[in-house]
């Protein structure tokens, strides 16, 4: 693993038990190289059921 982030969806839910849009962002090392695998993973540790839908991955480069 070159990096690895998390954080809590809890933190970007208003509203419980509505649809809700979440839009999160995060930078990845300059190590990445072009052919790098990159996962995204959803974990529910709660009891408690969760819904996604329509759930998409934008990978965007930047240089300066």
Do not use: H, R
């Amino acid at each position: 693993n070159i990096y690895y982030k998390s954080d809590d969806l809890k933190d970007f839910i208003k509203n419980e038990n509505e649809w809700t849009q979440i839009y999160y962002s995060a930078f990845v090392p300059k190590e990445i190289q072009k052919n790098d695998i990159i996962k995204c993973y959803i974990w529910n540790i709660g009891s408690y059921p969760v819904f996604l839908d329509d759930v998409e991955m934008t990978i965007n480069a930047y240089t300066k």
